[in-house]
T-cell receptor, first 115, second 115 residues
Framework: DGGITQSPKYLFRKEGQNVTLSCEQN?????MYWYRQDPGQGLRLIYY???????QKGDIAEGYSVSREKKESFPLTVTSAQKNPTAFYLC??????????????FGPGTRLTVL | AQSVTQLDSHVSVSEGTPVLLRCNYS??????LFWYVQHPNKGLQLLLK??????LVKGINGFEAEFKKSETSFHLTKPSAHMSDAAEYFC?????????????FGKGTLLTVNP
């Protein structure tokens, strides 16, 4: 089955610790994205990558870091500099090109709780 | 610049009655528009998309939406609600043509279906 996997589903961490969220896709998509979801606020873009070894900040990148060493993988690290990291994190991917119409496919999400 | 407003944060209907979820958008360019659905603690699933072809768009599970440029609206409808439709729905706008990465999400409408 083609799709996007995120792990773990639930993650608990102590305040001040860095934590890395995994995102893998086997859709052969060029672009990948990380979003943060908080109740009543919709989705906000953290980082995105349109090609391997390149990524760009989204609207709320402070306190987060990413890497894109492989086309299939786009891990997100939530650092201790992120002031309010408790949230639901969603990874997505999409084709690039004129016919893609920017449709994004989403993973099942990781719920991060900082204690 | 682009933005999207979902006019109701919560809609409650009875099973078997029509569903209307309202969305207005603003875009400096010819937009692409999407509706996504999210069940609790799950990722987002695409319901339907408008990409400058037919203005009445049919999606999965009996949903449809009509693009009205004069009203800058893209309301989501379904003739008869089912209990399984209970979820959160997001209206999304992006620049048409597939060349722009960025999706702009509405804040969501929670649909409750009463037996």
């Amino acid at each position: 089955d083609g799709g996007i996997t995120q792990s773990p589903k639930y993650l608990f961490r102590k305040e001040g610790q860095n934590v890395t969220l995994s995102c893998e896709q086997n859709l052969n998509h060029d672009a990948m994205y990380w979003y943060r979801q908080d109740p009543g606020q919709g989705l906000r873009l953290i980082y995105y990558s349109q090609i391997v070894n390149d990524f760009q900040k989204g609207d709320i990148a402070e306190g987060y870091s990413v890497s894109r060493e492989k086309k299939e993988s786009f891990p997100l690290t939530v650092t201790s500099a992120q002031k309010n990291p408790t949230a639901f994190y969603l990874c997505a991917s999409s084709l690039q090109g004129v016919r893609a119409y920017n449709e994004q496919f989403f993973g099942p999400g990781t719920r991060l709780t900082v204690l | 610049a682009q933005s999207v407003t979902q006019l109701d944060s919560h809609v409650s209907v009875s099973e078997g009655t029509p569903v209307l979820l309202r969305c207005n958008y603003s875009s400096s360019y010819s937009p692409s528009l999407f509706w996504y659905v999210q069940h609790p603690n799950k990722g987002l699933q695409l319901l339907l998309k408008y990409t400058s072809a037919a203005t009445l768009v049919k999606g999965i599970n009996g949903f449809e939406a009509e693009f009205k440029k004069s009203e800058t609206s893209f309301h989501l409808t379904k003739p008869s609600a089912h209990m399984s439709d209970a979820a959160e729905y997001f209206c999304v706008v992006t620049r048409g043509g597939g060349s722009n990465y960025k999706l702009t999400f509405g804040k969501g409408t929670l649909l409750t279906v009463n037996p």
